[in-house]
Each structure stands twice: as structure tokens, then as C-alpha cells.
């Protein structure tokens, strides 16, 4: 077993810090390849939008990679069993800003949903907040109640409750897309923790049969799955965004039309330099641009569940369940993105990870790389018999 888990890339140590070096590569390929093509994808509407300010958004995306590693740098300096101590009050007050951003005159409104809280200037996305202290939470949880879990169906059901909660406030905005994530991260640490497979099969079940409903009974979201299995019905109004991006996507080619060169994206294509980057990058670097973005991503998964099963193996069972729920996360989303704009999927507003314009979601993503560097951290610590590293702190809740 330990010949499957133990980690086959030599890890780079210096006095600060171990650093994986495939992850550290996928991470900083993502972010400079995502700012160069956010870049290229906004341009015109700074110019636009901005009082004809070219870098408008290129210099704001700047601040906010700027300001999510200076955050991400405070996370790496936490210790894992403060996360593992206060995951619950963390997520509580997750519930609460999702409560918040719901009240009028607190909540930022933009294209009819209120998902946003501005603080200092920048706009935070609470279902981004929400995703990295789902996997906190959940990843204690596992670390409390794993036996429960394992011989009862109550260990399955009962932190579905909260979520449950977070996913109906979710829906309020609306936000369905990330309400799927977070369930898609809550049931993947579930079945990865050892959940029983016919408890889960059930559960997968009733959640489709609650997303079939809820897409049944909203007009704009069946509006959406139509236009996602014809969009040339309607190829104005509700297949416009779809054809647009497969139009995009088809222009580049292999080698892409060159760096700057896309015409989707002026004012063609919407939202380009956010939902719809992944198609800015198909235009204009080709089917090996999104080839390689790809395998960045397959790059920061793969890491990041070898990660996950060697802090498995060595007891560190809260940093585990953080790692596989980072990793579910960012390759969950990632795909979406990638399938939405690739006529895969039906239209749904999220992001690329680490790469599409935002400042909350940006700075969220960058604390969660910096959480998975600190389990990579603390791992090796234990590994090289740091005593400070080997206690645990074992925080009972009912939660």
C-alpha cells in the first residue's frame, strides 16, 4: 500500500518551508496563464466600461492575485488544528453571511442575483466563502464522527442537514451552481471517507431527483436545459451563449487564431473574461492551449490527492479529508466551467479556478491553494518527527 501512496516527486525543503514542485508549478501556471488570458478577454471593455481605461480589469485582477497571496501567505502561517478546532463556529458564520447578503440594501446586485458583499471596495462572493469553509467543516466532521458514518445512516444524513440550509439560501440569490459544488464536495468527501454504497446511492438519488425538480419548477432554468439540448431554437435569445461559445471554441483550431487575435469575445461572446474564459482561451491558443490548461488542472488534482492519501496513511486524518475536499472542489468547478462552455453541460455562471476575473473568488481560491501547501507542510513535518506537529487537537461538537 505504501508503495501506491508515498510521494514519488522529491519535495524541494528549505528552512521555511517544503514545497511540493508540481504543485507549486500547476498553481502558478494557472494564475499566469488566467491573468494573460483574462487580460486579452477584457481589454475592449475597459474601454467600454471604464472610461476607455485599456487595463482597467487586468490592474484590478493584479490587485486582487496581490491581495489573495498575502492572505494565502497568513493561512500557510496557521496551524491545521486551528482549522480542525474552529471548522464549525467558521461555517456557522458562513451561514450567517449567506443570511446576510439575502438583506436589502446589504447585498450587491448583479444580473438580478445578490451574491455579493462588498467590503473595502471589493466584491466578495459568499458561495465562494461558503465552498473553502464547506471543506474545512466537513473535513472535521469526517475526523469526529468517521466510525458513525461508516455503520449508520445517520452519520451520512446528519451533516446534510446544514447544507441543506446553505443550499436553500444559495437558491434564494440564486445561485444554483454553487449550490451543486458544495453538494458535490460534501458527497465526494462523504463516499472518499468510506460512506456505505447503498446509503449513497440512495442519497445521489434523492439529490437528483431535488435538482430535477427545482429545474422543473424555475422558468430561467428550464429555459436553460432547453436551449443546452437545442440551442439553435433559439439561437437570439436563450441558445445565444451557447452558440457563441461553441463558435469560439471551433474558430481556434489547433493553434488558435494568436494571443489577442479572438473575435467572440468583443461583445459576442458574454461574460468572457469570467464564465466563458475557457472559450477566449480555445480561440485564440487552439486545442493545445486548452489541452495544457487541462492538464494543469489534472496536474493540481493528482498532487493534491497524493497529498491527501499520505496524510491518510500517517494518521493525519483532518488534513486528509482537506486535501481530497480542495482537490474535489477545484477539479469539480473546473470541469463544469469546461463543460458548460464546451455545449457539454447546460449554461451555469461559475468560474475557472485560479484563472477567471474576480476578487473574492480569486482571494478565497489563493487561501485554499495556501491551506493545501500547509497539509503538504505539516505532513513532512510529522514525517521528519517535528514534535510540534504530532499533537492533534480533538475538538468534540454535536456537529
Known amino acids: 500500500m505504501s508503495s501506491v501512496v508515498e510521494n514519488p516527486i522529491r519535495i524541494v525543503k528549505n528552512k521555511a518551508f517544503p514545497i511540493d514542485p508540481l504543485l507549486l508549478f500547476a498553481c502558478v501556471g494557472l494564475l499566469l496563464m488566467g491573468f494573460v488570458m483574462m487580460a486579452s478577454s477584457s481589454l475592449h471593455l475597459g474601454v467600454k466600461l471604464a472610461e476607455k481605461q485599456w487595463f482597467f480589469y487586468p490592474l484590478r485582477q493584479m490587485l486582487h492575485i496581490g491581495l489573495g497571496t498575502v492572505l494565502g501567505a497568513g493561512v500557510c502561517k496557521l496551524p491545521i488544528k486551528f482549522w480542525e478546532k474552529w471548522g464549525v463556529p467558521l461555517f456557522i458564520g458562513g451561514l450567517l453571511l449567506l443570511v446576510v447578503v439575502l438583506i436589502p440594501g446589504l447585498g450587491v446586485k448583479v444580473n438580478g442575483s445578490v451574491r455579493w458583499l462588498a467590503v473595502a471596495g471589493v466584491r466578495i462572493q459568499v458561495s465562494e466563502v461558503v465552498k473553502f469553509l464547506t471543506v474545512v467543516y466537513m473535513a472535521g466532521y469526517i475526523n469526529r464522527h468517521q466510525k458513525a458514518l461508516r455503520e449508520s445512516a445517520f452519520g451520512i444524513f446528519k451533516p446534510l442537514v446544514l447544507f441543506a440550509v446553505a443550499s436553500l439560501l444559495l437558491l434564494l440569490e440564486p445561485d444554483f451552481g454553487s449550490a451543486v459544488v458544495i453538494m458535490c464536495i460534501v458527497m465526494g468527501i462523504l463516499f472518499l471517507a468510506g460512506a456505505r454504497l447503498s446509503q449513497f446511492i440512495i442519497l445521489l438519488v434523492l439529490l437528483t431527483v431535488a435538482a430535477v425538480i427545482l429545474v422543473y419548477l424555475s422558468q430561467y432554468r428550464s429555459a436553460r436545459v432547453t436551449s443546452f439540448l437545442n440551442p439553435w431554437g433559439d439561437p437570439q435569445r436563450t441558445g445565444f451563449q451557447l452558440i457563441q461559445a461553441l463558435i469560439s471554441l471551433g474558430s481556434g483550431e489547433w493553434f488558435g487564431v494568436g494571443l489577442g487575435n479572438g473575435v467572440q469575445k468583443l461583445f459576442y461572446l458574454p461574460e468572457a473574461h469570467t464564465d466563458f474564459l475557457f472559450s477566449v482561451i480555445g480561440e485564440e491558443l487552439g486545442f493545445f492551449g486548452i489541452t495544457a490548461v487541462i492538464a494543469l488542472f489534472a496536474l493540481f488534482v493528482w498532487r493534491a490527492f ?13 488534513s486528509a479529508f482537506t486535501a481530497y475536499g480542495l482537490a474535489i472542489w477545484f477539479g469539480f468547478q473546473a470541469f ?48 521528519a518527527g517535528n514534535p510540534k506537529i504530532k499533537g492533534r487537537t480533538q475538538w468534540s461538537s454535536a456537529l
Open 336 to 383: 463544469v466551467h469546461m463543460g458548460v462552455n464546451m455545449g457539454m453541460l447546460p449554461t451555469k455562471g461559475l468560474t475557472l479556478p485560479l484563472m477567471s476575473y474576480g476578487g473574492g473568488s480569486m482571494m478565497v481560491m489563493c487561501c485554499a491553494v495556501a491551506l493545501l501547501f500547509r497539509v503538504n507542510y505539516e505532513l513532512h513535518e510529522q514525517k
Open 306 to 318: 497524493v497529498i491527501a492519501m499520505e496524510a491518510e496513511r500517517v494518521g493525519q486524518r483532518f
